[in-house]
């Protein structure tokens, strides 16, 4: 998977990434907009509080590559891919990650769950990293049973409430690579963004 050529568009006037481009719906026009790590840092690192969750988020990935977990993908949502300083006057507090992951070679889930219960435990992964993750492990389950899971997590994170009125509203998500390709790169421009 590539990421994709076009940049991570900008929040509209509710501050939200759209659910698509007005050039088509076609792959790289709509939501989830791929991005590499780098990107991410880039577009969303504009602040102490979002580089200290960017920083959780390279950590956790981090310990999914020295798990052997680097095939697959994750949905990053949340109000950390809003501009929640307009819609709610706050910081994000964390970011929420799908990870959809490939067994490594050899290994089964309960494997994993057995030699690294430490990364599939949620609530170290917020306390620890502030990411909310939940896995789906792509072997793990049937065609039908992932196409309802891309289904239910596609429609639960491609809408919001609006504040004021309650009624839903259309957003867009983010989509990364689980492979580590670009993640020693991202590193490094977190630093630079936070002087180090």
Known sequence: MTANPNPIPEWGNRGL??????????????????ASTTDVIRRF????????LLAGLLDFRAELHQ????????WV??????DIMQIANREPRDIDVVTFFHLPHGYTEEDLHNQIPAIFNRDRGKNLHRIDNIFVGLESYSI???????????????????EETGEPQWKGYLELDLFDRDDTDAQIALGQMAGI
């Open 17 to 34: 990434l759209p659910p698509y481009l007005l050039t088509g719906v076609e792959l790289g026009n709509r939501s989830p907009y791929r």
């Open 45 to 52: 690192g504009n602040t102490a509080a979002r580089r200290e």
């Open 67 to 74: 798990a052997g977990l680097t095939r697959g993908f994750q």
């Open 77 to 82: 949502n949340g109000s950390f891919v809003t």
């Open 144 to 162: 039908y049973d992932l196409a309802h899971s891309f289904a239910y997590f596609n429609g639960l994170w491609s809408h919001t409430r609006r």
